[in-house]
């Protein structure tokens, strides 16, 4: 099955020159998708995607370079190649396109062959590109499903992304070597696709030669990403993630810094995730259990200790600013519950003054404190939707109680006389 021609976008401010882009386009079989503007190509980028942008330098409000700048600067679309059309031999334009990530440039008036020629030259190359994008999202989508093989490890890969892109921050790597710990993380245990689940959900000791088995998936895994070239910045990670400072460790017994550093980071964050989360052979721990782990295991010689310590810092920082970010939740919670218990009071003084007939403006002023009760209760629920564990339900039901003994105080309290 043929492929359609591609779909581009054209964006001019000035008609004839939208139409004269749009109809020469359509003519060799193009679908084309127009705006007049750099807020408009924004949005149609996003909801069309178009294999290509045609994009005139000068508009009024946002700039094509703006424009430009934007797109490649969006992790989405830094790869949708971007054509600027400009008036001929304006050298600094195309330098300050150049700086925004332009990929290519057109001059006006636009030469109808030329314009062919580099709109097929940069779809075709735009379509290599979806394709290993493809191919690397199959295997990120391959590390998922291992992963939901095991119940016990439902999350790993997200948390380990987490923790080694945290650590590599805290390590000032480059954002390319950012990128290859984040994918690293969900590709590193992609070899297991080939382990039975016999051997990889056994829940006692493996035998010698089921342990051998499971040692193959670091193999297996960098000959799987082998395949895939845009994978290449991560095939340390899955291929080392085992090994180990003193040569102890597999498939290939490095030692020290014959080890990837990119490596190194992962191995730290996976054990400290597999010893505070339950698996089949044995409970989770607590993280200051884990902490002391990750230290006697690095003495021993198998972890980096520089990196174990550093990770160790980073993790209980994080954990500090959470607590501390959940006491003020539980203190402003406490705040609102107040609030609500006065609230209430004043509901309740309202019913029992309606009931006493009080003047009308005292029951216009009581008929607003329904919707305050609503603003607090709100409130409430809020706090609980962001994690907030307190009895709230003991606090609802302190004020009810309340409510119905000072309904029945003020009610003695206003009683009319009895008439027979």
Same mark, same amino acid.
């Given at each position: 099955m043929t492929r359609k021609a591609g779909k581009v976008l054209v964006v001019d401010d000035y008609d004839p020159n939208l139409c004269g882009l749009r109809d020469l386009l359509q003519r060799a079989g193009y679908t084309v998708c127009a705006a007049s503007n750099g807020d408009d190509a924004l949005r149609l980028v996003r909801e069309e995607r178009p294999d290509l942008v045609l994009l005139d330098v000068v508009m009024p409000g946002m700039s094509g370079l703006e424009v430009c700048a934007e797109l490649k600067g969006s992790r989405s679309t830094c790869l949708t190649p971007v054509v600027l059309v400009s008036g001929a031999q304006e050298r600094d334009t195309r330098l300050m396109g150049l700086e925004a990530g332009a990929d290519d440039f057109l001059d006006k008036p636009v030469d109808a062959e030329e314009l062919y020629?580099?709109?097929?030259?940069? %779809?075709?190359?735009?379509?290599?590109?979806?394709?290993?994008?493809?191919?690397?999202?199959?295997?990120?989508? !391959?590390?998922? =499903? %291992?992963?939901?093989?095991?119940?016990?490890?439902? /999350?790993?890969?997200?948390? !380990?992304?987490?923790?080694?892109?945290?650590?590599?921050?805290?390590?000032?790597?480059?954002?390319? $070597?950012?990128?290859?710990?984040?994918?690293?993380?969900?590709?590193?245990? %992609? /070899? &297991? =696709?080939? %382990? #039975? $689940?016999?051997?990889?959900? &056994?829940?006692? &000791? !493996?035998? &010698?030669?089921?342990?051998?088995?499971?040692?193959?998936? #670091?193999?297996?895994?960098?000959?799987?990403?082998?395949?895939?070239?845009?994978?290449?910045?991560?095939?340390? =990670?899955?291929r080392h993630h085992h090994e180990r400072m003193d040569g102890t460790g597999y498939p290939d017994n490095l030692t020290g810094d014959q080890i990837p550093l990119l490596a190194r980071i992962v191995t730290v964050v996976d054990v400290f995730d597999a010893i505070t989360t339950n698996r089949p052979y044995r409970r989770a721990v607590s993280a200051d259990a884990a902490y002391a782990t990750l230290r006697a295991e690095?003495?021993?010689?198998?972890?980096?200790?520089?990196?174990?310590?550093?990770f160790i810092d980073l993790h209980a920082s994080s954990e500090r600013e959470h607590d501390a970010r959940r006491r003020a939740a539980e203190i402003e919670f406490g705040v609102a519950a107040r609030q609500e218990r006065e609230v209430a009071e004043r509901v309740i003084v309202a019913d029992v003054a309606a009931d006493a007939e009080v003047s009308e403006d005292q029951h216009e002023s009581a008929a607003d404190v329904p919707a305050e009760l609503g603003v607090a209760e709100r409130q409430h629920r809020g706090w609980r939707q962001v994690g907030v564990r307190l009895d709230y339900a003991d606090a609802k039901q302190a004020i009810r109680t309340d409510r119905a003994n000072l309904r029945s105080q003020h009610r003695v309290a206003h009683q009319r006389p009895h008439v027979r």
């Open positions: 020629a580099r709109v097929r030259s940069l %779809i075709r190359l735009k379509r290599v590109t979806d394709d290993l994008e493809s191919a690397e999202s199959l295997f990120l989508t !391959l590390g998922r =499903i %291992i992963e939901a093989r095991d119940p016990y490890t439902e /999350g790993h890969c997200e948390r !380990l992304a987490q923790y080694a892109t945290a650590l590599g921050a805290r390590l000032n790597l480059e954002s390319a $070597d950012l990128e290859a710990l984040h994918r690293g993380a969900f590709l590193h245990d %992609i /070899g &297991k =696709i080939a %382990i #039975p $689940d016999k051997v990889l959900l &056994k829940k006692t &000791k !493996l035998t &010698k030669r089921e342990y051998r088995q499971m040692q193959q998936h #670091p193999i297996i895994g960098d000959a799987l990403c082998r395949t895939v070239r845009s994978l290449d910045s991560v095939r340390a =990670i899955v690095a003495e021993a010689g198998w972890w980096d200790a520089r990196l174990v310590e550093t």
